[in-house]
């Protein structure tokens, strides 16, 4: 087995839901071992979201593989002192716990330093630890509505919000990455450091276009639905068979093609109300009626087929069943088996192909299955792992 970047890299997790196990999982991807310290008994809340794979929740067998599950309750003092044991010999501290709630058990940067000055934390909340929204409670969709993401996006008539979790997803990038460049300060520095991550200011960043946009007050982009707010044609439309095909014109060369090849209607492309984008825009609904014309006589294959040819970007509107079998996933083969507590399910690789390693893909932890064996480790008895089972502190 080849090395990986994070091979001998210890992270404990104090985490739930998708932020923080999204950031950690993807430490596990590249080598480092991830605890994940749950509540005893339920374990991590998002555990029972749903029960659509093999009676497991969709999105913990997304971002939990890979990892050890540690049960500590931490309001019992047996348990608190296990974790800050494990935490002298750890390399990161990832936490999302409900704002102050870390500090309130001593789990300070400055008093963690005092133990391991080379240890890294790095907490990730809602709207950060300070600031006058600090306290308030913050869900995914609360923040894709703070940070502005639904006023751009859905329909004139509604705002939407995106079909996955773009807050915790964004922040748990963001909490990744800055962990990936902390290992990079500590290797020049020998020192740890403290990371606040905010949901807010990771999701703002990605709004910053649209930010741009409405500057100094201009008109923010509308919402149009999945067509794009500035750029036309680009989004879906419908074939004759009933299919939807995305497409997306990006300048005026590829407008006169699409009119030449796809539409076969070369005069069209050097009409002066359709010759610049920001015409095409204003007459959206009118060219709208010409392509429904066109494309209403042809199947989906046959739309793909005449934009591939005249090298228009395309995509099919797939749905989940054909993600699942999407060709291109399969001839890179993308998809590898890993185990579960209810058996083998299939699992998509990390994003970025390396070819001096590769990515570790091990099993989705039951909960507290690693917790005799890691108290072990760090030098209790097993009368004292048995008095804290019997207590329920794991």
Known sequence: MSTRPLDGITVISLEHAIAAPFCTRQLADLGARVIKVERPGSGDFARAYDERVNGMASHFVWVNRSKESLTLDLKQADALAALKILLRMADVLVQNLAPGAAARMGLTAELLHQEN???ILCDISGYGNNGPYRDKKAYDLLIQSEAGFLSVTGTPESPSKTGNSIADIAAGMY?????????????????????????LESLSEWMSYPLYYAYEGATPPPRNGASHA???????????????????????????????????NAELGKDERFDK?????????????????CFSKLT???????????????????????LWKHDQ???RNRWVDIATPAGTIPALLPPGLNDSYEYRMDAIPAV??????????????EDQIQKMANSKAI
């Open 175 to 199: 909490a990744y990455t800055n962990i990936l460049a902390a290992l990079l300060q500590r290797g020049k520095t020998g020192k740890g450091s403290s990371i606040d991550v905010s949901m």
């Open 329 to 331: 996933l399969k001839a």
């Open 300 to 322: 989906t294959e046959q739309v793909i087929a005449k934009l591939d040819r005249a090298q228009i970007a395309n995509a099919r509107l797939n749905d989940m069943a054909g």
């Open 230 to 264: 500035t750029i036309y044609p680009y989004g879906p439309f419908n074939a004759g068979d009933g299919g939807t095909v995305m497409l997306g014109l990006q300048n005026d060369r590829e407008w006169v093609l699409f009119c030449e090849i796809v539409l076969e």
């Open 277 to 293: 984008n920001f015409k095409r825009n204003e007459k959206r609904d009118e060219l709208l009626e010409i392509i429904n014309a």
């Open 368 to 381: 507290g299955e690693h917790s005799k064996k890691i108290l072990s480790e760090i030098g209790l008895s």
């Open 117 to 119: 000055p080379r240890l």
